[in-house]
């Protein structure tokens, strides 16, 4: 099957009479990407280079009374080796770019502890060597004593009066509330409530490059490679954080092998080897393990939700009511803080309703710290509404698609602001949810789970539904603002013709694995009548694109994108008025089409590639004009983009040994206009993937002395192809009004939608057992145990 899908893919990537977007190319990057010819940021070597690696605390909390590294410096091939008490003075603290209230509590966060551990991983000393080989084998000659502390794992439990504290200022990070409408109204005599808890597991980034950083100096500038997804951001926060100026600092973010949000930070590993450079005068280079990468990078989720549906007994909406308590872990990282408010306003998803009530605390605990994880609150959100309306169905007795029928913003009444203040700008549930339901054949996997229920199989058929929507492409600025994030959502983009013809677009937009370079050329191909090879796209590097916010948030395309659109029509601009000047008309009687600037009514013509010569030679410019046809933009939206869909699954569930196979799952996603179906399917396939890991596989787990158990990839369970079902996947479009694309994000898409849907799904197989949920992941433990605890009840 996926040797004809590949085949089926080369026969529609044919030349398209309406251009380059919406074409089915496959991606520019794939011939140096699949086959390993490119740069990872572990493949530098350069003369001289050293090796780093970190020595890390064994305990989840404990004061350091002592390390030597004494020993660790007179072995063979050790240079030097440092403790966090060497660096204190130099090393700053890492940034938390996201004070969400004035109350806030952001505790100083060394790159290595000095004085405290407060998670297992945690850095305390590091050793530098010729080889990385025997930089590992001297972190063993390290001694350092600990007083051990209490850890403090459970949120709740942390939250308590005693409790052992975190930090001084103790265990609560801050509470943020938001409501609208009167919420206690909506509660008061309702005919219907739903009080529901769901936990979302913690769970750990599995990019499939690990994280790396090379850092380098001539003595007066740096320069720095790292798996990055934000290079931009990066060099400012490191001259921040480390005070090498910034304009002596360069970050080059070369191919970088995935990232979900891991890489959406500024690590200590980053900050350490800047300074080590700066000490030693020699390159080093820091590759992390995986299990290194399991204690150390990032984790996502980690709440308890609450919430409470105010209904009719029709199954209208009244009002929404959230809890969440949140697990920052150990210290406030790059946006920690702002995960969960990304959420704050998608928990009533794609509804109307008259009152809706937010209410979110962060908890500090000794835990590896959590930040962004693919949708970033997003998923959080979308989950427990759509749990809760499967709940809320089942309290009716009402079919689930029926309910959120009744509930859901219909076409007609676009642009709708929501109880939560946001304005969707276009959308069609109905229309995306009917493609998907016929797609599914929901009416008859219906009639075979009434039989199987009849019958009384012991594998029960479960159907789930998740309707879904996002705020993605992050911007606006002044909204960011408003939610008190330090920096902007704006991209830039610069667009530059040379003499011969050919394009270079520089992006501020740092790709991952996502397919920039493709679709970007395909965007400006179109914009300015030039062949799709003929454009070459350059991003990554603050040198070459110097000015960027970087990729999160499903905003490369609908922010960095449309920036490069901005200046493909500067560009146009300058070249009609050297076509006019040329072929002595007004600039007004130039008209456009195709890469040809023709005067209106006559045959006179210039080509795009014959004014690039023009400008280049500069022999009869018109007066004032630069000799070049470069533009420059940068871009800062008014709105969020707000794709959508219907994703529906069907599980066959065991209720003698809990095994649950995925039996049929359809995804039906708007996304607005499309430049490249391929890319588009591809995120839709990746992120459904994540999505069922949640729901199934994945959850990282710590003992009650706090050590993380699921450290290995034996540990920590990752599916693989061989665990996914075949995904049907299908399209409607509406198109967004906020750009002139009509383009929407979709990088975050099928992990929203996804996991839902499977848990739903399980839930509803059963249901008639009296197991009304299952926490993630639904491992066939947990389901075996909840049927044989219902039965015993």
């Known amino acids: 099957m996926v040797a004809q899908r590949i085949a089926e893919s080369d026969q529609v990537s044919e030349p398209s009479p309406n251009g380059e977007v919406g074409r089915r190319r496959r991606r520019k990057e794939d011939a140096r990407l699949l086959t390993g010819r490119t740069q990872w940021t ?79 991983g945690e850095a305390v000393a590091c050793v530098v060597a010729t080889d990385r080989y025997r930089a590992a084998d001297a972190l063993e000659a390290i001694e350092v004593d600990y007083e051990p502390l209490p850890p403090v794992l459970d949120m709740n439990d942390a939250l308590a009066e005693g409790a052992p504290k975190v930090h001084e200022t103790g265990n609560k990070a801050y509470t943020w509330k938001f409501a609208q409408g009167d919420m206690e109204a909506a509660l008061r005599d309702a005919p219907v409530r739903i009080d529901r808890t769901y936990i979302q597991q913690r769970l750990i980034p599995s990019a499939m490059e690990p994280r790396a950083v090379v850092a380098t100096t001539d003595g007066e500038t740096f320069t720095m490679w790292s798996a990055t997804q934000i290079p931009h951001i990066l060099r400012v926060m490191l001259a921040l ?19 979900f949000g891991s890489k959406l930070q500024v690590t200590a590993e980053e900050v350490v080897c800047l300074l080590l450079t700066k000490r030693l005068g020699k390159p080093v280079k820091w590759t992390e393990s995986r299990s290194e990468g399991n204690l150390t990078v990032h984790h996502g989720r980690d709440q308890i939700q609450h919430i409470t549906i105010a209904a009719e007994s029709d199954g209208r909406i009244r009002g929404v009511r959230v809890e969440l308590l949140v697990d920052m872990g150990a210290y406030l990282m790059l946006v920690t803080p702002g995960i969960p ?12 309703m008259d009152a809706y009530d937010f209410t979110c605390t962060g908890v500090f605990t000794t835990k590896m710290p959590t930040d962004a994880y693919r949708g970033a609150g997003r998923p959080e959100a979308t989950y ?84 879904y929507t996002e705020m993605c492409g992050l911007a606006p600025s002044r909204v960011l603002g408003s939610l008190s994030y330090g920096a902007g959502g704006w991209e830039h983009g610069s667009v530059r013709v040379l003499p011969t013809g050919k394009v270079e677009v520089v992006t501020g937009s740092s790709a991952h694995g ?60 300058k070249a009609r008025k050297i076509a006019a000047h040329t072929l002595e008309c007004s600039p007004e009687d130039v008209e456009f089409s195709q890469g040809v600037f023709r005067v209106k ?30 533009a420059d933009a940068t871009l800062d939206p008014e709105n969020f983009s707000f794709p959508h869909g219907t994703h529906l699954c069907a599980v066959e569930v065991d209720t003698e040994t ?53 450290s290995t990839m034996a540990d920590y369970l990752l599916p693989s192809a061989a665990d996914l079902p075949d995904f049907v ?65």
């Open 341 to 352: 408010l990304l959420g704050a306003f998608m928990y009533n998803g794609i509804y109307k």
């Open 729 to 793: 996947t299908d399209r409607t479009e509406t198109p967004a009004t906020s750009n002139p694309l009509g383009v929407k994000g979709v990088g975050e898409a099928g992990t929203i939608a996804s996991t839902p849907a499977v848990v739903n799904a399980i839930v509803d197989a059963l249901r008639p057992h009296g197991v009304h949920d299952i926490q993630m992941p639904c491992t066939p433990e947990r389901i075996w145990r909840a049927l044989r605890e219902r039965a015993q009840a």
């Open 601 to 630: 009514g006559t045959g006179a013509q210039k080509t795009i590639q014959e004014l690039a010569l023009a400008a280049f030679a500069a022999h009869d410019l018109p007066e004032g004009m630069e000799p070049r046809l470069d």
């Open 42 to 120: 572990d493949n530098i070597q350069l003369p001289g280079m050293l090796y780093v690696q970190f020595l890390r605390s064994p305990m989840a909390h404990a004061r350091i009374t002592r390390v030597d590294v004494s020993a660790a410096r007179e072995l063979p091939g050790v240079v030097a080796a440092f403790s966090g008490q060497d660096l204190a003075s130099e090393q700053g603290s890492l940034p938390c770019a996201w004070p969400v209230t004035e109350d806030i509590a952001i505790p100083e966060h060394p790159p290595m502890a000095v004085s405290e551990v407060r998670y297992v």
């Open 241 to 259: 954080t480390t005070g090498i100026p910034e304009h002596k600092l360069r970050v080059i973010a070369p191919d970088v092998g995935g990232g």
């Open 658 to 710: 809990g095994h649950v196979k995925i039996r049929s799952y359809v995804a039906v996603d708007d996304v607005g206009r499309v430049v490249n179906p391929l890319i588009v399917e591809g995120q839709v396939h990746g992120g459904i993937a994540q999505g069922i890991a949640q729901a199934l596989y994945e959850e990282a787990v710590y003992d009650a002395e706090g050590n993380l158990l699921t």
């Open 514 to 573: 996502q397919g920039h370079e493709t679709a970007w050329s395909q965007l400006v191909a179109d914009a300015l009548g030039v062949p799709f090879e003929d454009v070459s796209v350059l991003h990554g590097d603050t040198a070459i694109s110097h000015r960027g916010m970087d990729t999160y948030g499903s905003r490369s395309l609908v922010v960095g994108g449309m920036a490069v659109l901005s200046a493909c029509e500067k560009v146009k601009e």
């Open 384 to 467: 427990a509404i759509e749990r809760a309306m499967d709940e809320l169905a089942a309290e009716l007795n009402m079919d689930p698609v029926e309910v959120r029928r009744r509930n859901w913003i219909k076409h007609e009444e676009f642009p709708y602001t929501t109880i939560a203040g946001l304005t969707y700008d276009s959308g069609n549930y109905e229309a995306a949810t009917d493609k998907a339901l016929a797609l599914f054949g929901y009416d008859k996997l219906r009639a075979e789970q009434a039989d199987r229920r009849d019958r009384r199989d012991p594998v029960q058929l479960g159907i789930g539904v998740s309707t």
